[in-house]
């Protein structure tokens, strides 16, 4: 591990902008959205689903960069890469992203398509159904991976996601390669199961070239991962991959698996259950940020529960809070 | 009173999207703001002030929106007649009062300033103090005040904050005229102690001229109208206006003035304040409603305060929940 790295870790993902709004399980069912997945969407899509949507709440968002802010709010240093267009909505992401703390080097698309957009539909169970055009994401490629931001960070951490946009993936392969000369570890999510049915032959090979060193995956994506209904299974297989995993179980808490030994954590005590959005993304938060500081596994696993547990007791993907003074206040 | 009106609240104000984001007393004190008040900046300062505030939420504001909002949210039906330029900013607006069931008519701006925003600072005492770009509201004027609308309405309603724009007030009175032919009630809110010190003569003038039947204050607007630190001297003033008002005094609750009678109502209990954005706002739409649809003023009040608790429990200035819900809980 990089003992003086800037970084403590470098998310590269989809920037987006989250519009979120209640919703009835009606609304889902009426509009044909796989609940708690995320559905691509065109432009076209996009602005119908939102004209049906109700009021809504504009927060910054996406998968690995609400990770990279509550990294900075845990206390950590980190940097996001990720592609906007120069509109209103990029502007906000940038202000957000950089106001929390992250640095944000990817220069703005000043042509194409608009800033990516995520429809968040919460239900009244806290679930969230999300519907992303991706926008601008779609213009992300090696060229924005700066090599100098990825050698200074002890982790390189992608989102799954990034397979859908054309030349993320190549962006991707480029800062592995980086990291890996730099001594860096990669770790991946596996972001969402319809995304690992898209790309399954893909990410196994990710983990059984050497590629990633770290994976974070909930249930269902470990079950799509393996085809197996089976959890016991899954975890069997992922043994075998020779890996860091973080495996979250929503309530139940968490599986860390080293290599072929598992761990089990429980979640974080909650008062109420308001939107579940990020409650993933704020998991590996934790669970980086105790990895890259060194820390037991045990204790990264309790750091990620307990950031997850802030996230999902409101409305966004990001912390409304100090992460840091949080775990203070719970002595983890 | 017109009985078969099809609206029960016309309003007209400013039309403006909200970004808010926590700060500290020293952010405030940094930027020279007024705790508490409204400061008027041009666009330069706004975009300094954002670049300097944390992560934001953005979410459709503006006084006499808000207020429709929670009127529509009660069960009423309400309409609102502000402008927007038709930006980002402003197709969410567009969006968000529709989607709350509010009439909206207003064609947007194609050309000239962006849509108004207003930077919300809230305090962790849960107090909001607000920076306003007016925008693209410069451009109302009496062509955008239909007079088919007016003319539906059982109460026109305006915000204070409209006489900063300059051409407002000639909507305002071309509305007013509309109203009065119509049998419909005006209402007037002073909106803001600064704004009250920027018009005192103007608004006296409405009061005493027979402009307007209905007036909405907090204690601090209604010192600043009288120019008195004792409320008992305002509410002596305020009484020889003969007009029926509502006197908002925070967490003491309300007092309904109706001429020369004076009825005391409590506020509601809340569990936390988080964000006081829009509890006059809501107060308003509570008290409007139950005046629209002749309820007893102490029922009116009581409404209005129910409302108003409902919004300074999360960050935001419109209900995150059915009010017409919360009064039939409630059993007001």
Redesign the interface.
Known sequence: MISNARFDVLGIGNAIVDVI??AEDDFLLAHALHKGGMTLIDHETSARL??A????????GGSAANTM?GIASLGGSAAFIGKVRD???GR?FH???Q??GVTFPTVAATAGAATARCLVHVTPDGERTMSTFLGACVELGPKDIDESYVAAARIVYLEGYLWDPPDAKAAFRKAADIAHRSGARIALTLSDSFCVDRYRGEFLDLLRTGMVDILFSNTSELHALYQTADLDTAIGELKKEKLLSFVTCSGEGCLVVDRSEVQSVIAAPIERLVDTTGAGDLFAAGALFGVARGFPLARCAAIGALAAAEVIQHY?A?P?CSLADLITQAGI
Chains 1, 2 share one sequence.
Do not use: K, L, N
């Open positions: 709004a209640p939102y004209g949507m109700g009021p809504a709440t504009i927060m910054s802010v509109d209103e909505a906000a202000h957000d992203i106001a929390a966004g990001r409304e």
